[in-house]
């Protein structure tokens, strides 16, 4: 995982509470790539998301270019569920350590 600080500030964003609906996709694509994701094109405007054997389809705003609060629950859910960060009873986050 090759992350930088603006990775980690969108990381940060999609997991801010009140949830965001003014988080930039293109900063969220590059974030999915940076903890190892491949992203592929589909049909239409959606992409396709494989990290640790997850599948995710997520659709790309626009003429929007942020995100929508319902995507960012999707991503966040996604995220979790790709055991890239976990959350605690809190709701706060933390990176899943690499060993």
């Known amino acids: 995982m090759v992350m930088n600080k603006k990775h980690r500030r969108t990381l940060e964003a999609i ?7 003014n988080i930039a996709w293109r900063d969220i694509e590059s974030m999915f790539v940076a903890v190892g994701a491949v992203v592929e ?3 239409g405007s959606r992409i396709g998301v494989l990290l640790n054997d997850m599948v995710a389809i997520f659709h790309r705003p626009h003429p ?3 995100t929508d609060k319902g995507a960012v629950k999707s991503v966040r859910s996604f995220l979790v569920a790709a055991n890239i960060v976990t959350i605690d009873n809190a709701g706060n986050f933390a990176f899943v350590e690499e060993d």
Do not use: T, W, Y
Request: hydrophobic share 30%; net charge negative.
């Open 15 to 21: 997991f801010a509470e009140p949830v965001r609906s």
């Open 41 to 43: 094109e589909r049909a």
């Open 64 to 66: 929007e270019k942020e």
